[in-house]
């Protein structure tokens, strides 16, 4: 009898070891590398639509974070760094990043937010099959340059000289030039080139500007300009510049008028790529999403210190109004 309850232990232990040393074993945290040029506020709206999924750092996910901090030539390596690290997935939040991911990797998915064409970038095959390991948003930045002069035109009726703030260096700014040269033609408007390609060249830009007797600013955007708002906005508004931005933010600093896409909408929809891929899509089978919706911002504030009156018909057309 002894023998018997020896053995039926033994068995009890040989068939129980495997499965709770099974059932101890925790499960696999998957990691995500978040890399970008610079910081912004909109990244916030990327770890709320994490959160909202479900996602909390430390418990069920691990983030690994670089940025570049506006240097373009770090970008190569702090993906390399990413690619060592083997993270599940790799979000980009601008053009710059996702070009250097792309070079970095063809097997790790990687969730891009473009502000340029992501076909004419070569990131993607097209918009509806991306093909390969990238996909994402599409700001179509490039298609509103054009009505953002329409609408600072409207705004100051008078203005016939117009200063462009931005750089040759970052992707698609040529071509955005380009748009806002052919918008100028129609317009009866002539364009001043203020090229700025480090923060340090913000005040020597908008000293020409004042040479050059420009009357109204269109921002061309990229990570210096986004980097620098403040000193933009500011820069702007000594120079007593009617200005027009891409993004409300620049607004909500004082900024006259902005008119695109919601930033934080667009990093908060790439929270909802990454869950996809991290239960099983293939970003290849995920198609590019484009905003529908654009909005134009005010602030009457600015408007009053500029000495302008916008008129009802731009106002009736805003998304909101900053008293």
């Not at 925790?26 to 995500?32: E, F, N, T």
């Not at 820069?235 to 919601?262: C, H, Q, W």
């Not at 930033?263 to 239960?279: G, H, N, P, Q, S």
Request: charged share 25%; glycine share 8%.
């Amino acid at each position: 009898m002894r023998s018997l309850r020896l053995l039926a232990a033994l068995g009890l232990g040989i068939l129980s070891g495997p499965f709770a040393a099974n059932a101890q074993q925790p499960a696999r945290v998957p990691r995500i590398g978040f890399l970008a040029v610079g910081s912004s506020p909109r990244v916030e709206a990327f770890w709320q639509g994490l959160r909202e999924l479900g996602y909390v750092e430390g418990q069920n996910i691990a983030i690994e974070r670089r940025f570049a901090e506006s240097k373009l030539d770090r970008l190569p390596g702090l993906t390399a760094e990413l690619v060592r690290l083997k993270v599940d997935v790799i979000v980009a939040p601008d053009p710059p990043s996702a070009s250097a991911a792309k070079e970095a990797t063809r097997t790790i998915p990687i969730v891009m937010r473009s502000s340029g064409d992501p076909v004419e970038a070569g990131l993607v095959a097209s918009i509806p099959h991306p093909g390969g390991n990238i996909t994402g948003v599409y700001s179509i930045a490039d298609e509103l340059v054009g009505k953002r002069l329409e609408l600072l035109k409207e705004v100051a009726p008078r203005v016939s000289r117009v200063a462009v703030l931005w750089s040759p260096d970052w992707p698609g700014s040529v071509h955005w030039f380009r748009d806002v040269e052919g918008a100028a033609r129609s317009l009866g408007v002539q364009l001043q080139s203020l090229e700025a390609r480090r923060p340090a060249d913000f005040d020597r830009a908008f000293e020409a500007a004042k040479k050059g007797r420009a009357g109204a600013l269109i921002t061309l955007r990229n990570p210096v300009i986004v980097s620098s708002q403040r000193q933009v906005v500011n820069l702007a508004a000594k120079g007593r510049l009617p200005a027009i931005y891409d993004d409300r933010e620049f607004v909500e600093s004082g900024g006259l008028m902005s008119y695109g896409t919601n930033l934080a909408d667009l990093y908060r929809r790439l929270a909802t790529y990454v869950d996809k891929i991290l239960k099983g899509a293939k970003p290849a089978d995920l198609p590019v999403e484009q905003p529908t919706r654009f909005e134009l911002v005010i602030n009457l504030k600015t408007a009053k210190a500029l000495g302008l009156t916008i008129p009802q018909s731009v106002l009736f057309r805003a998304d909101q109004v900053i008293q």
